[in-house]
Each structure stands twice: as C-alpha cells, then as structure tokens.
C-alpha cells in the first residue's frame, strides 16, 4: 500500500509514513545523531548546516532527514528520527521548520555503539525550555565550527571528567528574606571554550540560563524561583570557588542569561542591580527574541558566540576569544 500524499505528492510532515525503503544508518547518520544527543531536539536548519561541514549539500541533507524521520525497514525496525508533536501547537506551525528529536531506535543505535552519554542533552521541564536550551548550545557549537581557534567542548566530556551531575547544592543568602537557605542549583546548560593562539590553549567554561519570562523577577516565596534568587545563588556558586570543587575546574565560569526580548534583558540587568549596584562581570545577558510570545523555530543564532554580551554596570563583551 503506497504512503498518503498531499496535493504536491509530500508525505505528512508530522507522522511517520513509510515507502518501505531500506535505511542504513552512514557516518554522516551518525553524526547527526550525536550533535541532537549532544544538544536536544533541533531544527532543520541546524541539521543541515552540520551536513554541509561534512560535504552534504541541502537538498540531499533534507531528503535524508525525512527518510529517517519516514523509514521503518532499518537494522532497528523503526525510523531514527522523531518530530515533537509540541512543535505543530503554534498557530504558524505550517511554515516553520522541522524539529527533529531522537527515537527509540536511534538511542538504541548510539548505545550500542558506545556513543551515548547519560548526561548529554537539555535538561527536563517545558518542551519549548528544553527546545530553547538546545538551540542556544547547538548555535554555539556551529559557530565555532567556523573557527579553527575556538574549539566546542560538550558538557557530557566536562561532567564525564568531573564524575558529577550537573546539579549541585548551593548556600546563598536570599536577597528578598536575608535569610541563608541550602538549596539546588540546577543550571540549563554547561559547554566549555578551548581558545587556541600561538600553540597554546586557554580555556573558559559556561553555564546557560535560558530564561522565557515565565519566572518573576523577584518573590518572598521561598519555595519558588525567581531571577533575584537565581543570581544569589550564582553569586555564592562562582566567587566561592565552589564551581571548581563541583566541576572539576580551574579556568573561570561565566553565566550566560539569554532571555525573550530586549525589554526583559533590561529587567534582568536592572534586577541584578538592585542587589549588586557593582555588578558581576561574569553574568552575561542576550535577547533571542524568537523564543517570546508565541515562540517560532529558529536558525542557528552565530551571534550567541560572536556578538555582543550585555553586562550589569560593565561593557560588553563577546565570548569568541
């Protein structure tokens, strides 16, 4: 029985509809596999950007992304590829790209080949938080691609080599009640930075804040979040050193704040302000105004490594070298 078909002869972008054909998973499957394994769901145009590095041009890369999203007759008897049904709930859905996620069968290929890491990935909670997560990441890895002296380093290779989880408890003083509270300290991301110049390297290490207006600013709450408590607890987290105990580190950590709007960026500056008139040079702020109200799927964002990061009371600075 021949797949349904659209008017134009596409099969349906949001289920899986199979013509029979024998999908073998290639090095440049794989590879794909891995950088969403690193990340979280991503776009297409995140996909094929990572194939045209390894010499795939974009309508080849795009026609292979849907055989791996359709296929079932492969050595897992499932397609490697799946497609969020949360991404088709915007009311634009129609002519955004294609978010990609891994399946069943394609954690099943990266595990038996020794590819999967248990701490890869974005974090839990809202799909679209963990699509935002991912986007930010991924942006960044692709950025240094064009690169040959900035060099990616996932957060599963720091984790791996610290042997820790991303999460750790924190002691901070809360600035809304002056009250010391213990509490976890779980941030969204961490990738690290290897600078290469003169045949050496530095290193820098980041930890991601993917901030969608949905927290206040400030609470007296003390069992909810908030981006004042949030920034106490970054505080003790960075100048007490205790990201180094925690992480394995001796190279500086930075925060990167990226939230939904220029408006909202300000609010986060003028919120840290109003505990620390001095500022904290390691917070960073951007706006990726595509994850606002509603939120669309995006391309990858180079100007999340080569732009300008916003500072409370500093310059800006930019995180490419």
Known sequence: ???????????????????????RLTARDAQ???????????????????????????????????????????????PYLIRPPQQFQTIDARYNQIVSDLSPAAIKSLKNRGAWHPWSGAQGGPW???????????????????HADVHFIPKSKILARANKSLESEVRFVDPATGQSELKILKPDALFGLEYRANDRSRFRFFVVEADRSTEPLTTKNRNRKSALRSFAQYRAYVE?????????????????????????????????????????????????????????????????????????GHSGITIDR
């Open 1 to 23: 029985m021949k797949p349904k078909r659209d008017s134009l002869g596409r099969r349906d972008r949001r289920k899986p509809c199979s013509t029979g054909k024998r999908v």
């Open 128 to 146: 679209w938080h963990k699509f935002m997560i991912a986007s930010i990441t991924a942006s960044i890895e692709l950025a240094c691609a064009t």
């Open 240 to 312: 007490q050193g205790l990201y180094k105990r925690h992480l394995n580190l001796t190279a500086p950590l930075l925060v990167l704040n990226v939230t939904t709007s220029e408006s909202r960026r300000t609010a986060l500056i003028e919120t840290l302000l109003s505990s620390a008139p001095e500022g904290r040079t390691y917070m960073l702020f951007q706006n990726w105004d595509a994850f606002g109200t509603p939120p669309s799927v995006p391309k990858p964002n180079p100007s999340l490594l080569l732009g300008r990061w916003f500072r409370a």
């Open 32 to 78: 794909w596999l891995e950088f969403i394994h690193r990340h979280g769901p991503l776009a297409s145009s995140y996909l094929i950007d990572l194939a045209s590095s390894l010499g795939m041009n974009e309508k080849r890369a795009r026609e292979r992304l849907a055989d791996l999203f359709h296929e079932k007759n492969t050595a897992h008897d499932d």
